[in-house]
């Protein structure tokens, strides 16, 4: 009986993962249309979403990680700006792959690890994205008229043409710069209050807003850390479309992070912008109003089993690329 128990349990996997749901393709849409849309699947539905790091000329091969697994593409597909020389001479394979993406049906996520003003245009991430700088040089950087802004300004104009790109193909963008803004591992955070990070994130809106980059969904973000006191990083209302949670001190958020990220998001979707541990049944039945998820990159199989990307994949809530339905 044991037997043939494991047999059946093993023909179910082998049929689940070669069950492969057609892409359904997107339409040119706007940024409200994707919110909307993730406010409608709050409480019952989650898509599944896979980031996809450097190197730039391999900007799929996470995802691709994730259909040999389960047979499914991830409902969202996260990119990365990039930092490094060669991977920011090679942004627009990230572009390019983006608008794939939209077109196979899967959302699209970009983060950004920039590089600080005071290092360069281009960096290597330990010292120049991961790198302390002082608050003589934030104030600097976000003080238009000084050397480090007029700096930071150019980094910024250098994004702006891909994401130009991205907007004539009718592509929305769920934008998340400045992420795990109340940790220290980075040069733009754990500054609270209104001149601090939170400034930032408005500066770099209001900015891309003046260049005519309609197609972006402002994604703020911080990191599970159990000092709290997240809505002091918090840039405002007017300035945030979506407000996400990064769970790394821990497997999976807390009932306390769940309930902190809504008190700050009231009305707005909220989502899991990096995890490692793939969500369980568990999990979304104690927090349903996660809209989105992320694996991060290379901890899909360096943290997980296969059976436990499959079933997260297969979780009956879960909707993968060809189950989210834009327009």
């Known amino acids: 009986m044991r037997l043939l128990t494991a047999l059946t349990a093993a023909l179910v996997t082998v049929a689940a993962v070669a069950i492969t749901t057609p892409a359904h393709a997107f339409p040119a849409a706007s ?9 409608s699947i709050t409480g019952k539905n989650i898509v599944s979403g896979q980031h996809n790091k450097e190197p730039a000329s391999a900007p799929q091969q996470y ?3 994730a259909r ?23 942004r627009q394979a990230v572009v390019n792959q983006a608008k794939t993406e939209w077109k196979n049906g899967s959302l699209v996520a970009l983060t950004w690890h920039a590089c600080s003003p005071t290092v360069g245009a281009t960096c290597a991430f330990e010292g120049g994205v991961k790198t302390t700088i002082s608050d003589a040089q934030f104030q600097q950087i976000v003080t238009p008229g000084t050397a480090l802004s007029t700096a930071w300004r150019n980094q910024m104009a250098a994004v702006v043409p891909y994401l130009r790109q991205l907007r004539d193909a009718g592509v929305p963008v769920l934008w998340r710069p400045f992420h795990e803004m109340n940790e220290a591992w980075n040069w733009w955070g754990h500054r609270p209050g209104a001149n601090g990070s939170a400034k930032l994130f408005q500066q770099m809106r209001d900015y891309f807003t003046s260049q005519g980059l309609t197609n972006l969904i402002w994604v703020w973000n911080v990191q599970d850390n159990p000092a709290g006191g997240w809505a002091s990083y918090y840039p405002g209302s007017s300035y945030v479309d979506v407000v996400t949670l990064d769970a790394w001190y821990k497997n999976h958020p807390s009932a306390g992070d769940y309930q902190q990220i809504l008190s700050i998001a009231g009305s707005k979707p909220i989502a899991i912008a990096e995890m490692g541990k793939v969500p369980t049944a568990a999990l979304l039945s104690a927090q349903p109003k996660w809209s989105y998820f992320m694996v991060w990159s290379e901890q899909l199989k360096g943290s997980n089993t296969n059976a436990e990307i499959q079933a997260a994949y297969f979780l009956p809530q879960v909707f993968n690329q060809g189950e989210v339905r834009i327009g």
């Open 31 to 39: 940024p409200a249309t994707v919110v909307g849309y993730l406010k």
């Open 63 to 65: 995802s691709q990680q």
């Open 68 to 90: 040999d697994v389960t047979g499914q593409w991830p409902g969202l597909w996260g990119g990365e700006m990039q930092f490094n020389p060669s991977d920011v001479a090679n």
